[in-house]
T-cell receptor, first 112, second 117 residues
Framework: RKEVEQDPGPFNVPEGATVAFNCTYSNSASQSFFWYRQDCRKEPKLLMSVYSSGNEDGRFTAQLNRASQYISLLIRDSKLSDSATYLCVVNTFSGGYNKLIFGAGTRLAVHP | GAGVSQSPSNKVTEKGKDVELRCDPI?????LYWYRQSLGQGLEFLIY????????KSGLPSDRFSAERTGGSVSTLTIQRTQQEDSAVYLC???????????????FGPGTRLTVL
């Protein structure tokens, strides 16, 4: 079983749609969680951190369920510019080191 | 300000040759990470430097891979006797981790695309 698992997609949605991505992780000791966005042939960039209480940034909402070891990302009112791969990232700090595990990513394609 | 830079942007080499990939992190960032990403795959952790501490090398796939970070700044990833399966994009990231080493956002460079013929 992979340490961080994501549905690879692709998710093909029309502009204006709401789309949700899920991610599960296997290490219950993981402490911090993130969503990164990666455009085609570009480097990943931080989209948002994920907090236990859930957090929102404009059209994006992230949720964390520690009991189920599950993270989600909701995108409302999708734009063409949202087309990208979304990477779920889980960090475990242990022995003085941060260890980040990246999911393989979920690809989103928003069409007119 | 200047972001993370990597060089070369593209490298084509023949099987069996050695290659060196360079990363210049953002000034003042204490943490530096190397990853590789094969086509259509997620990021695979390779190595992590934090300040003057011994690096976490747990992700290096074989003893053909090594990395160093001089003066707490520039880092070089070396792959000896390259194999075709080494072909990938090699990404470097830096992070302003604090004294407690709590994780902060990673800033990625544009990557080096390595092709081994």
């Amino acid at each position: 079983r992979k340490e961080v698992e994501q549905d690879p997609g692709p998710f093909n949605v029309p502009e204006g749609a709401t789309v949700a991505f899920n991610c599960t992780y296997s290490n219950s000791a993981s402490q911090s969680f993130f969503w990164y966005r990666q455009d085609c042939r570009k480097e990943p960039k931080l989209l948002m951190s994920v907090y236990s209480s859930g957090n929102e940034d404009g059209r994006f909402t992230a949720q964390l369920n520690r009991a189920s070891q599950y993270i989600s990302l909701l995108i409302r009112d999708s734009k063409l510019s949202d087309s990208a791969t979304y990477l779920c990232v889980v960090n475990t700090f242990s022995g003085g080191y941060n260890k980040l595990i990246f999911g393989a990513g979920t690809r989103l394609a928003v069409h007119p | 300000g200047a972001g993370v830079s990597q060089s070369p942007s593209n490298k084509v080499t023949e099987k069996g040759k050695d290659v060196e990939l360079r990363c210049d992190p953002i000034s003042g960032h204490t943490a530096l990470y190397w990853y590789r990403q094969s086509l259509g795959q997620g990021l695979e952790f390779l190595i992590y430097f934090q300040g003057n501490s011994a690096p976490d090398k747990s992700g290096l796939p074989s003893d053909r891979f090594s990395a160093e970070r001089t003066g707490g700044s520039v880092s070089t990833l070396t792959i000896q006797r390259t194999q075709q399966e080494d072909s990938a994009v090699y990404l470097c990231a830096s992070s302003p981790e604090g004294v407690e080493r709590l994780y902060n956002e990673q800033f990625f460079g544009p990557g080096t695309r390595l092709t081994v013929l």
